[in-house]
C-alpha cells in the first residue's frame, strides 16, 4: 500500500481512504469483515460524517471495529461535521463540539484523529471555529483538523483565527472529475476547459501542504453513476482496460493510480463495502502510470490539450 504524509504535520497514513457513507448498508459481521480487510490490505484509515446514515454508520463502525481484530492505535478515524441536513450548514461552536461529542459516542472511541468541516456555511465566523478547535485539541478529543469542499479565501478566512493546521481538504476528484487540473492545463485561454471553478485549490494545496482527499473518484456527472465499464464511455473504458491488462490490476485499480500519480499526494477516498474491490484496489495502490499514460487517460475522458 501506498503511504503518505498527510498536511504539515507528521502524520503518515494509506494513500487509500476507505469511505464509511454505505457501512450502514452491511450487517455487524460484514462490517467487522470489511475493517478487517481494509486493514489487512494496508489501509489504515477510515472516514465518516456524523450524517452518515443519519449517524448509524458511525454506530456500525464503533461495534464492528470492537469485534474485529484490529487494534484503535493502529488505524486513523477522521470525521466531519456542519451538515444539517436539508436545513442548514453549521459551523458554530455548538455544533461543531456537539458534533464531535456525538460522533465519539456513536464510534465508542475517545478521540478523532482528524476533524473536517463537511462543505462550507456561508455564515462562518472564524472566530468561532476556532474557539471550538482550541476546546477539543485541548481537551484531546481531536487531533488534527480540515476542510472539505473549499477554495483558497475560504481556507484563508479560517486561517485568520484558527491557529491549527487544516491538513486534508476533501474534493471530488478523479478522471471524469478533473476541473482542478483542466483549469490549470488551460490558462490564458478562453474555452470550458479554461474556467476556474475553485480558485486554483490544486496548487494552492500544494504550496500550503494540504492533502487533498479525492471523494467519489469512480463517478461521473452529479452522481449520475461509475463509468468504468459504462457503456456510455466507450473510449475512456478501451483506454483503462488496455492497461488493466498490461499491469494486471482491475480497471478501478487503474482508475485509484491514475489519482494517486499525480504529484500533489492525494489520497483517494473508496465508498465500496466490496472486499474484493478493496484488495484490488489497494493491489494497485502502488502502481505508477506514465506520464504518457496518465494523459492518455485524461484525453480518453473527453478532454483535449490546447
Not at 478562453?190 to 469512480?218: C, K, V
Request: overall charge negative.
Amino acid at each position: 500500500m501506498k503511504r503518505i504524509k498527510v498536511g504539515s504535520v507528521d502524520l503518515e497514513a494509506s494513500a487509500v481512504v476507505l469511505g464509511c457513507m454505505r457501512m450502514n448498508a452491511l450487517s455487524q459481521k460484514e462490517a467487522t469483515a470489511v475493517i478487517e480487510t481494509a486493514v489487512e490490505n494496508g489501509i489504515d484509515f477510515f472516514d465518516h460524517a456524523d450524517i452518515y446514515g443519519g449517524g448509524e454508520c458511525e454506530t456500525l463502525f464503533g461495534k464492528a471495529l470492537q469485534d474485529s481484530s484490529v487494534k484503535r492505535e493502529d488505524i486513523l478515524i477522521q470525521s466531519k461535521c456542519g451538515i444539517v441536513p436539508g436545513k442548514m450548514f453549521d459551523f458554530s461552536k455548538e455544533h461543531i463540539i456537539a458534533s464531535v461529542e456525538g460522533s465519539l459516542k456513536r464510534l465508542g472511541i475517545e478521540q478523532l484523529d482528524a476533524l473536517l468541516l463537511h462543505r462550507p456555511d456561508t455564515l462562518v465566523e472564524p472566530e468561532e471555529v476556532a474557539a471550538a478547535f482550541d476546546e477539543l485539541e485541548q481537551s484531546g478529543k481531536v487531533r488534527y483538523f480540515g476542510v472539505s469542499n473549499q477554495n483558497p479565501t475560504q481556507i484563508e478566512l479560517l486561517k485568520k483565527a484558527v491557529k491549527q493546521p487544516l491538513i486534508a481538504n476533501q474534493l471530488q476528484f478523479g478522471i471524469m472529475h478533473t476541473g482542478m487540473v483542466d483549469q490549470g492545463i488551460h490558462v490564458n485561454m478562453t474555452d470550458q476547459g479554461s474556467f476556474d471553478h475553485d480558485g486554483g485549490i490544486l496548487d494552492y494545496s500544494r504550496l500550503h501542504d494540504m492533502t487533498i482527499q479525492a471523494w467519489s473518484p469512480y463517478q461521473y456527472g452529479f452522481f449520475e453513476g461509475v463509468f468504468l465499464g459504462n457503456e456510455k464511455f466507450p473510449e475512456l473504458n478501451a483506454a483503462i482496460d488496455e492497461l488493466a491488462a498490461k499491469y494486471g490490476v482491475t480497471n478501478t485499480g487503474i482508475a485509484t493510480a491514475w489519482i494517486l500519480r499525480h504529484p500533489a499526494h492525494m489520497q483517494t477516498i473508496i465508498g465500496t463495502m466490496n472486499k474484493q474491490r478493496i484488495q484490488d484496489v489497494a493491489a494497485a495502490s502502488e502502481l505508477v502510470l506514465t506520464r504518457e499514460e496518465w494523459y492518455k487517460i485524461y484525453m480518453a475522458a473527453g478532454n483535449i490539450l490546447p
